[in-house]
């Protein structure tokens, strides 16, 4: 770990790391052979303890609670972001330059599994920020970015409409260019947030008649704006407390001061920082199936069946053992990513989009054997594994879908080839 991580205040939380949380590097080769050392250099492992500390104090005793009422208090979040923030923790994504600590890639991978532990209403209170805010001009980042960065408002992002999600060329939501500014029509749904938030990215038409690479604008539009309206929420099979809704726009003057981007860039700035988000889906995706994981290994310890642990049966054990595999798989796919972002290698597309297929697939599977291993515990809402079962699916869906990244690796898989 960098210089950068310093800012992550050391404090008083602390939790038992298990070795088999410390993703594996190779470090030395012995024979010829490359071997593996268990460690994790001793800062990445601090950094994954202050963050586990947070998410087991602050927001775990939380998860059954806003789970069940499907919502989490607005000023318990707010009190939970200021705690957050005293650890550093708090728009961690970001550079220096933008106010954020300058974590590398490897280091973000850390916060988002153990995140990824944690519920995704929740999990809103470590603030991660929205990759396209790098895009502010100095203007914006003062009246934007700042009091984002300082806990003190919120952002949603809209892409998604009705007729548009997995296809951009397909988007309806048209802006117009007038007088010193746009004046947008549309309509968006499936937006994390957009009823809560203080400010809305809209990805708009701007030239019905260029490629998608020239063809979209990102305006941010303020809540309240004239014109705007929420249209309705959603209920959802998991993620419950996160807010997803649909809103319209109706006439909504946009001033060219809130232009995200540059005008006809929209795809430049939604796609530029994709990849990264790929990354934190597949390292939460890690998280989420770990903590269902650990709870179903102990369980097969405890809970006995003919006489004997559960454990002790070979079904279980094989259960237990392709879980184990697929889980640091995922780690380890996700690892190199990030590692080939840092680096700035071009790969790291390809290898993202790898990652978070994978990743959120293998979720979907772990969390479906350890609800199996607990039998009908584990689809009671007593125990949180239900709801890690539920959680696991949409990440197959956000981010883009399971389908687009295996369009991208098979690309690029014939490319390789040509
Ligand atoms: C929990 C959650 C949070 C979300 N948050 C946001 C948000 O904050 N902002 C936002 O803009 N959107 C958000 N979305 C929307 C999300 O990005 C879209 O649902 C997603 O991109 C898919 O779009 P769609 O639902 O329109 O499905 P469609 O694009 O209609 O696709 C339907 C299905 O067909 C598949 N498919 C489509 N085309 C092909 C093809 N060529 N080949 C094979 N299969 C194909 C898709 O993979 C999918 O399985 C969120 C969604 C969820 C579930």
Excluded at 63 to 87: C, G
Excluded at 239 to 245: E, I
Excluded at 249 to 259: A, G, N
Aim: glycine fraction near 8%; proline fraction near 4%.
């Amino acid at each position: 770990m960098g210089p950068s991580t310093e800012i992550i205040i050391r404090t008083e939380i602390d939790s038992k790391i298990p070795e088999r949380d410390h993703p594996y590097k190779y470090s030395a080769t012995i024979a010829g052979v490359k071997c593996m050392s268990a460690r994790e250099p001793a800062e990445r492992i601090e950094l994954r303890r202050t963050v586990r500390g947070f998410v087991q104090t602050y927001l775990a005793p939380l998860e059954a609670e806003v789970d069940a009422a499907d919502e989490v208090n607005p000023a318990t979040m707010q009190r939970l972001r200021e705690e957050a923030r005293k650890l550093g923790l708090y728009g961690y994504n970001m550079p220096v330059e933008l106010g954020g600590p300058g974590l590398t890639l490897l280091e973000q991978t850390v916060i988002a599994e153990e995140v990824g532990r944690t519920s995704m209403p929740l999990s809103a209170a470590i603030g991660r920020m929205l990759g396209s805010l790098r895009f502010c001009d100095a203007a914006q980042q003062e009246w934007l970015l700042d009091p984002l960065m300082r806990a003190e408002t919120t952002i949603a992002y809209a892409l998604t409409e009705p007729d548009a999600g997995s296809d951009l060329n397909a988007l309806r939501t048209r802006a117009r260019r007038v007088d010193g500014g746009w004046v947008v029509s549309g309509s968006k749904q499936f937006i994390s947030h957009a009823d809560t938030a203080d400010h809305i990215i809209v990805l708009a038409v701007t030239d019905t008649e260029a490629k998608l690479t020239g063809r979209l604008t990102t305006l941010i539009l303020p809540r309240g704006t004239k014109g705007l309206t929420m249209t309705r929420r959603f209920r959802k099979a998991g993620w419950r407390g996160y807010h997803l809704a649909a809103f319209s726009l109706d006439e909504c003057f946009v001033p060219d001061s809130h232009v995200l981007g540059k005008p006809g860039r929209g795809f430049e700035t939604m796609m530029a920082t994709v990849n990264n988000d790929r990354l934190h889906v597949a390292s939460r995706c890690v998280g989420l199936a770990s903590a269902a994981f650990e709870l179903a290994a102990k369980y097969a310890r405890e809970r006995k069946t003919f006489g004997k642990p559960l454990g002790d049966h070979q079904a279980v054990q094989f259960a237990l053992a392709d879980s184990d595999v697929e889980i640091q798989a995922a780690r380890l796919l996700a690892r190199e990513a990030a590692e080939l972002g840092d680096a700035g290698d071009p790969g790291f597309r390809i290898a993202a989009s790898r990652a978070k297929l994978y990743s959120s697939e293998m979720a979907g599977r772990v969390t479906d054997r350890a609800m199996q291993i607990f039998g009908g515990a584990g689809y009671m809402t007593d125990l949180p594994i239900e709801r890690y079962w539920r959680d696991a699916r949409g990440f197959r869906i956000g981010e883009g879908t399971s389908e687009m990244q295996r369009i991208q690796i098979g690309r690029a898989v014939l490319d390789s080839f040509a």
